[in-house]
């Protein structure tokens, strides 16, 4: 073996920044790859590196009549998720990362993982990625270089960020990037570790190629390491998409909302108004990450740090999300679908006749009829952002767009009604706090079972949920134009198991209650868990569902609210006392009132 492929030599380096250059080489001395190729997003190294990936056997080209620039990935079977159970929050101190996170210590995680960095990109290219999360330029931007040797990250990375050259010019010679080093080694869950050095900006991610845990852009810098520079530099970082509501004036309105990972923040953010809603228009900014930083003028302003969409497949078609299914007709990847003989792609749930036969997300042949699924239920699409119809005109502001109101959302089949406000900040926060949510296949586990995850952050929050309940009370002092804070649930069943509420794009009739609410504009009646639409005001014309239903999934249980109400105070005696009092006595007070009946 020659020197140079031991200690590879930064040919050609596309920045002279010390700081980036000597952290490179460490990297490569220790993971020893034969090779060290550095990424300008240029479309022309971007397509000499997915000739590679062909060549590799790491993407198919699909048909490229039905999906021009569409590749097909299909992942390690033992590889199609987030790991919670292996992701770690390497704080000083196990009282930092809190209740919620896995902990090691950062001297003990580092020492792990260099054994197993150590020779693991043998034989092997590293990529360095240089990526901006947020528009070039913005205030708001974070800059990040990921040194990886998965093909399949470089290609998504330059999808789902700024990639390439304007990165670097942006960093110029700081120190000030975030350090992702990611290595696929040999994709084997026991040797898989995804581990957070907020302290130092740094990632480490062995032994697993899935988006969510490799991606280090998403999850890991902008939620993880995120909400850590949020609470120490005061802005917040959510796992919430953004959306623009204009009106028939012509008038925009910037929500941001939360929901759990595959419960349709996408389908949220890209919702189309029913007929009824004539002149109205929903705009996309992010489907599901907000940065959100209080501006000069009292408001509080959102950007998208994201580029592109990496969203759940199944269930997406012309009805449920038309337009992510114009995102992705073209420039896609699509990872662990089913795959056609002619080259398409197939999913549950997609429009049209089921195909006869087609190869299943496995590899596997599968025949129409097939009790097994084609594609698996957290398989993904990738696409620009650039791809969406109804992408926001302002999703690459650098300031972003001002916020009038939040919405927390969980998957309940019971207990939580359609839409609520809150009363005020403080009660929508311990709304947001007390979220509960089915579990959905977008982390391994068992699926439908309720858990606690707060702002849809449970697997996100990079600090202690106590402490992040605390920033979250402290932002409003430093908001003066706060916004309004609901809570919604899209999915709550009737007795005899169906949907009382259509969702999807009848959503626009809650979303305009709320937008009105926002503005002050609608009527509200007060309830014990806070201001639901009065009739009136709550355009349910045309709607096609008996009003019934929709009382039903407006209606208190009271009976389920005092179990819901014993389980969120089992919950925050799991968090411990760092839990704010403020939510302690939200929560008391709640149930003095449904005490009173
Ligand atoms: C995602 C997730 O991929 O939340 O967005 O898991
Ligand atoms: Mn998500």
Partial sequence: MSSTMVRPVLENPLSQNPHLLSWIEECAALAKPEKIVWCDGSQEQNEAIMADGLRDGVFHRLNQEKLPGCFYHRSNSNDVARVEHLTFICTPTKEEAGPTNNWMAPADAYAKLRQLFD?????????????????????????????????????????????????????????????????LLDVNPDRRYICHFPQDNTIWSIGSGYGGNVLLGKKCLALRIGSHLGRQEGWMAEHMLILGVEDPRGETTYVGAAFPSACGKTNFAMLIPPKRFEGWKVWTVGDDIAWMKPGPDGRLWAINPEAGYFGVVPGTNYSSNPNAMRSIQRNTIYTNVGLTPDGDVWWEGKDGDVPEEMLDWKGNPWKKGSTEKAAHPNSRFTAPMTNNPVLSPHANDPQGVPISALIFGGRRSDTVPLVTQSFNWVHGVYMGATMGSETTAAATGAVGIVRRDPMAMLPFCGYNMGDYFSHWLHMANLIKYPPKIFQVNWFRKGTNGRFLWPGFGENMRVLKWIVDRAHGRAGAWETLLGWVPKQQDFDLSGLGIPLEDVDEAQSIDHEAWKKELEDQGKFFEQLGDRVPKELLLQRELLLARLNRG
């Fill in 119 to 183: 020779g693991a990109m043998k034989g092997r290219t590293m990529y360095v990625v240089p990526y901006v999360m947020g528009p070039i330029g913005s205030p708001m931007a974070k800059i990040g270089i990921e040194l990886t040797d998965s093909i399949y990250v470089v290609i998504n990375m330059g999808l789902m960020t700024r990639m390439g050259k304007p990165a670097l010019d942006m960093l110029g010679n700081s120190d000030d990037f975030n350090r992702g080093f990611h290595s």
